[in-house]
């Protein structure tokens, strides 16, 4: 009985010794894995607001685009409206007798060189001096025939070879 005792003992202990190392094993892998989930869990935040900060980022480049459109439009509209005002503001006026002796669509000219004064073109005709109040078009030639006239309350030059395109002039 004796060396029954022995054996079972022996047996227990053997498997009570195989076992503690699996169960010190599974404990440590419980620990891993709730060290990874409370690293995942803190990263999840992070990624989170990674995340959001990307789909706010096209949100945020698309409003600084329809920005950029509005200044563009704005700045447009103030070079469009420009002209008009210059046209129309306090700059010299031709007497009516002598616009309709030298000026009008029946007195063309060509000017030839634009002269720069003070960094802005100018040309001479008819005894005044005119200055460019817009960008001279493209295809217009500065040999071709012009003529100025007078519409709207404000100077134009036109081109007979370009109907439809003129500029806004003024009288220096």
């Given at each position: 009985m004796r060396l029954a005792g022995i054996i079972g003992t022996a047996v227990l202990s053997l498997t009570l010794g195989a076992a503690a190392p699996a169960y010190a094993q599974e404990e440590h892998a419980q620990e891993e894995h709730a060290q990874e989930d409370k690293k995942a869990q803190q990263e999840k935040p992070a990624q989170q607001e990674e995340k959001k900060a990307q789909q706010e980022k096209p949100?945020?480049?698309?409003?600084?685009?329809?920005?950029?459109?509005?200044?563009?439009q704005d700045k447009s509209a103030a070079q469009h409206d420009q002209p008009a005002e210059?046209?129309?503001?306090?700059?010299?006026?031709?007497?009516?007798?002598?616009?309709?002796?030298?000026?009008?669509?029946?007195?063309?000219?060509?000017?030839?060189r634009p002269v720069i004064i003070e960094g802005q073109p100018r040309f001479q005709y008819g005894g005044y001096w005119f200055g460019?109040?817009?960008?001279?078009?493209?295809?217009?030639?500065?040999?071709?025939?012009?003529?100025v006239d007078y519409v709207d309350g404000g100077y134009y030059l036109y081109n007979p070879f370009h109907p439809g395109i003129r500029i806004v002039i003024?009288?220096?």
């Open positions: 949100a945020q480049q698309e409003e600084k685009h329809a920005q950029q459109e509005e200044k563009k210059r046209a129309s503001g306090n700059h010299g006026r031709i007497p009516d007798d002598r616009f309709r002796a030298n000026f009008g669509r029946e007195h063309v000219f060509v000017i030839n460019f109040s817009q960008p001279w078009p493209g295809g217009w030639l500065y040999t071709d025939n012009v003529y003024i009288v220096i």
